[in-house]
C-alpha cells in the first residue's frame, strides 16, 4: 500500500518543526471512539429479532443464541488482527493503519447492511465479526506507539487518554444507534439495516480524520523543556527488545497474566452486575435502577482508564497494579458482605472502584510495555498481549456462568451463589499480584543491539521512501 | 542526536476545534450515560 500510495508513507507524517503534540490525542480519540461502538452492539440485538416480523419476532427470525455470536466474532478477531497486525503496523506506520482499521470497522457495517438487507446472518458474521473485527483490533494498537513516542513524559495519561476513548465510544454509540433506528423504522423496517449503513459511513469518516491529522515526531525530538530523568526507575529501560524477542522473556507472559486476570476477574463480575444487584437487594433495586447502575459502571470504566493510567505516570506501573490486585482483593471479598449488611451504597461504591481499575488495567498495560521492552516494537507487543483480553473474555463469563449454575444446583440461594463468586474471583487477583510482583527488568540479552534499532528505524523509512 | 524543540505556534485555532471535535460527542454520549444512570438513586 506505501508503494502505491506515498501520502500514507511514514515519511510524509512525520511532524514538521512547531507541531503542537497535542493535536495527537485526538487523532487518537477519533479512531477509539468509534471503535469503541463495539460494546454498545447488544442495542441491536432485540431489533435484529423482529427483522421479518417487525413487531415481534416471526419463525424464521434470528434467536439471540445466533445473534450473540456477531459479537463474539468480533471481539475474537479483534484480539487476532490485534496480535498478528502488530508488526505490520509497526513498519507501515500509524497514518496507514488508522486508514486500514477506517476501511475495515466502516466497510464492515456495510456488509452487515447487506446481510441484514437480504436476511442472512453469514454476512453479519462476517461484515461486523470479521472484517469489523479486524478493523477493531487495528485501530485500538495503531495509535498508541505514536502516543507513547510524542509523550515520553506522560506515557500513561497519553495513552490513557486514547484508550479511555475506546470506553466511551460505547456512550455515543449506544444513544446513536437507538436514535437512527428510531428515525428509520417504519412498518416494514426494524431500520437497522439503513443505521448499520449510516453509522458506517459516519465511523469511516471520523477515523479517517483521525487517519489525516496524526503525525510522528522527528528523529530525536523531545518536549520542550524535558530531560530525561538522570536515574530511571529499576524498571524503566532505555533499551528495545524485538517484538519476536519479546515472546522469550518471562516479562511478556508474566504481563499477559497480569492483563490476563485482572479482565477475567472484571469481566466476570461486569456480567452479572445488573441480575446481582437485583437479587442481592430484591425489592429495593428494580429493574430500571439496575440499568442506571449498569451506566454509571461505564463511567467508572471509562474514568478509570484515564485516571488511573494518568496516575501510573506518577506511582509507577508496578505499583499501579499492586494496587489494582490489593485493593481489588478487598473489594471482590468485601461485596458479598455489602448485600448481606442491606448496603446498597456500599455495594455500588465496590463495583464501581472495581470497574475502574478493570478500565485502569487496559489503559496502563502499554506504558508498562512500553517501559520494560523500550518503545520500538511497543504497539507490536501490545497487540500480542491483547490476545489475554481475548482469553479473559471467554474465561470470564464460562468460569462465573458454570460457578453460579454449580451452585445453584447444589441448592444455593440465588443471592448467596455469587459470593463463592466473588471470592474465586478474589483468588484469581492473589495470583496477578504474584505474577506483578515477578515482574523484574529484562535480561539485557534480550536487548536489540543499538546498529539494529538504528537499522530497522531506516527499514522502515526506506519502505516509506520508496513510495516517493 | 540534536533536540529538536517545536516553536508552539500557528496550532491554536486547529486544536481548539479538533478537541472539540472529539469532545463533543463525548461529552453528549456521557451525559446521555449519566441521566440514565440517575434512576439508580430514584
New interface residues.
Partial sequence: MTGTFGFFSRERIIAAPGFNRWLVPPAALAVHLCIGQAYAFSVFNAPLTRVIGISQSAPDDWKLTTLGWIFSIAIVFLGLSAAFAGRWIEKVGPRVAMFTAACCFGGGFLVSALGVWAHQIWLLYLGYGVIGGCGLGIGYVSPVSTLIKWFPDRRGMSTGMAIMGFGGGAMIGAPLSVFLMHAFQSATSVGVAKTFVVMGIIYFISMCIGALAVRLPAAGWKPAGWVAPATPKKLVTSNHVHIDQALRTPQFWLMWWVLCLNVTAGIGVIGQASVMIQESFSGRVTAAAAAGFVGLMSLFNMGGRFVWASASDYLGRKTTYYVFFALGIFLYAMVPGTGHMGSVALFVLCYLLIISMYGGGFATIPAYIADVFGTRFVGGIHGRILTAWSAAGVFGPVLVNYLRQYQIDHGVAKADSYTVTMYIMAALLVVGFLCNLFIRPVHEKHHMPQDEVTETDAIALAGSAAAD | ???????????GW??IV??L??GI??A???L???G???????
Wanted: overall charge positive.
Fill in positions: 542526536m540534536a533536540e529538536i524543540v517545536p516553536r508552539q505556534h500557528g496550532n486547529l486544536l479538533f478537541w471535535y472529539v460527542p463525548l453528549w454520549g456521557v446521555s450515560t449519566l440514565k444512570s440517575m434512576a439508580l438513586f430514584r
